[in-house]
């Protein structure tokens, strides 16, 4: 089969190179491979990982995708709902608001762009993005990994405006700009947003690539990063090291794979490691969208590998620039705020808010 | 009392992939839920950057005097895919922000909630015209 | 004569030869290979400038330093700068602006000489801003171009500034941004780029020549060489220059087998210098 394609000069259409189970007109670049160019906004409500009553089940019933999408669509639609003008400030000590909205509330739904409904491959609708371990969730994680990710959960904590890290004379979330989230600081985007494995996220989903024989550039919006793939090339030497990891490409039939190795000891991917391993693969399915899927392993983190996909749908909108360290007023504010709240608190108590 | 998508959704979130929706945005760690706030005012300045939209406003005390103040939104290339450009929310417009102060104390308020000064959402679609769905949203099918 | 004059005159008769090349060279009769696509010059490839154009894009001596103070026998670093000795010392240039000095306006040659004299504090690329064209093009870090049979990004090594170059009419920039919106189309073998929706926040240089919102760049690529892009950007600013002005350099080719862009985010560079003092148990700061 790859004798052929390579047989073959630019410029002739590959009907008899199909092969398994692709359509027919797969677009294709002129030498013959298949052509991933192509803007894409792969935001969607399917979860990364699988809520657990759905078990081993990979696929959605139709009426339960139809109450995530009207569900979606009526929290987006009272959003933008009408607001009384003579409105009161919200309630003190926080609006209730959980999770990353941390106790002071959110966007408003016109800032947020994450999707209308859950993703659908070849007609069907999936549970979660993850696909293998059968249950549709993250495989157990080594002892070692398990206790690393505890010690970072004890940095998260209810937004209550007070400086709570004194309590424990330890390390606080807020004492360096370097233990602050790689989105925050604006090296790389807000979730595992270009990896890889590149995940849809809140808000900057659309993705770019452009493609010549020798190199496959993707280009993810958060935060302007350029994945640029060596086809049929080696990994760097091991003391090189990347914030995206050092990707290279090749084609097994109509499929590009990419393989990711040498990340820098800090990952998008959350909870990953330098050792961080990623193979994906972008194919046409046989409903024509592009189907980007991908295996992660880490023997550091995760006992053993797991595998996702989901599709990357064209769209006609246009990726904007993402220059965030250059309107990045949140960070001196998130540090500055910090330290008055420390200097409240040892104002107010100082035995209790020494170091 | 209404929250906010962002907080229903992430709420969703928090359940499947706890982590992922913790490194997600800042306004947690920059925001007192101690000072809430409501903010009344002309806008002077839009500033369309990332991470966070700013948007200036000047805000009249009780005394007269007026303060600069700033309200953090959030990415501005969701809204300009919705085909708002730099002359939306034009200086003058007058909005009610209601949210939360920085924790520095500065002049700061994270953007929880931004309308007109007849409640109506900013940056509701490209026309503008207030409809949640205008029939500008490619999003739409 | 004396060997004054004659050496005076051998040394203008070597200059003049000089200055003839200076425009640059093309060597009209090149024809570059075929691109993906097999219809237009083949630029891929991991490209640099190499000129003194990132320090003062127009011709000059070597200096003290980016930022000057008076001393007692002529200009001095200013003090921030004095520990780096040579190391911060500005090389010369035989300048890329074509027919110099650069036309400012009154107002825009004293925002120049301000900038110059406040480098340390103004310039974007001390905070690893992103640099704009063209300075982007220039900055002593390589980037790449990737085109395909339909398409040309622009990846920059510096600060992972990259840019898309639509090749069709994509309309009035929205917003303004820091890299600008490209569009870019063929005439014959010289990609020809339109860049505009820049703000007025980066400069061309590190001497503090700046520019308005209203800028707008023409940019060429023109193969010379299997190994050489002739690059020509046209600058049109009427809030800044009284007439447009012109730049013009040779690219070259990083030749080194395995030559590629490496991670220059510097950002994490700067975060002691922009938030250090902001730590909880905050540094020794100048």
Known sequence: MKNLIRSLAGGVVAASLAGAAVAADIPRTPDGRPDFSGTYNVATLTPLQRPEMFGDNLVLAPEEAARIAEEERKALAEDLERDDPNREAPPKGGDGSTGAAGNVGGYNAFWIERGDGAFQINGEFRTSIITDPPNGRFPTMTPTAMKDMMERRRFYRENTGEAWWLESHEVGPYDDPELRPLGERCLLGFGSTAGPPMLPVLYNNTKRIVQNANTVVILVEMNHDARVVRMNAEHAPADQRFWLGDSIGSWDGDTLVIDTTNFRDQTAMYNATRDLHVVERFRYGEDGQVIYSFTVEDPNVWSEPWTGEYPWPKTDDRMFEYACHEGNYALGGILRGARILEQETMDAKPEAGSE | MKTTVAATLAAGAIALAPIAALAHHAFGAEFDPNRPLLLRGPVTKVEWVNPHTWIHIEVEKDDGTKEAWMVEGGTPNTLLRNGLTKRSLAPGTLIVVDGYQSKDRSNRANGRNVTLDNGEKIFMGSSGTGAPKDGADPRER | MGLGLRSLIAGAALSGAVFALAAPALAADYVAPRGPG?????????????????????????????????????????????????????????????????????????????????????????????????????????????????????????????????????????????????????????????????????????????????????????????????????????????????????????????????????????????????????????
């Open chain 3, 38 to 286: 097999g219809k237009h010059p083949d630029l891929n490839g991991v490209w640099q400038a190499l000129n003194a154009a990132n320090y003062d894009i127009e011709r000059h001596l070597a200096r003290h330093s980016m930022q000057l103070r008076e001393g007692p026998h002529g200009p001095l670093p200013a003090v921030d700068l004095l520990k780096l000795g040579a190391v911060g010392a500005v090389p010369p240039g035989l300048g890329v602006v074509e027919n110099g000095p650069l036309p400012y306006t009154p107002e825009g040659l004293a925002r120049k000489r301000e900038n110059a004299a406040n480098w340390l504090e103004r310039d974007p690329e001390v905070k690893c801003y992103l640099p704009g064209v063209p300075r982007a093009t220039y900055l002593p870090q390589p980037f790449q171009i990737l085109q395909s049979h339909d398409a040309v990004m622009i990846m920059y090594q510096y600060a992972n500034a990259v840019r898309e170059i639509y090749m069709e009419d994509v309309g009035e920039a929205p917003v303004d941004s820091w890299m600008g919106q490209s569009v870019g189309r063929w005439d014959g073998d010289t990609l020809v780029v339109e860049v505009t929706g820049q703000n007025d926040q980066t400069w061309f240089d590190r001497a503090g020549n700046h520019h308005s919102d209203q800028l707008k760049v023409t940019e060429r690529y023109t193969p010379m060489s299997p190994d050489h892009l002739l690059y020509e950007a046209t600058i049109e600013d009427p809030q800044t220059f009284t007439r447009p002005w012109k730049m013009s350099m040779p690219l070259y080719r990083r030749m080194e087998p395995d030559a590629r862009l490496l991670d220059f985010r510097c950002v994490e560079f700067v975060e002691e210098l922009m938030y250090g003092e902001w730590r909880r148990v905050p540094l020794e700061r100048p």
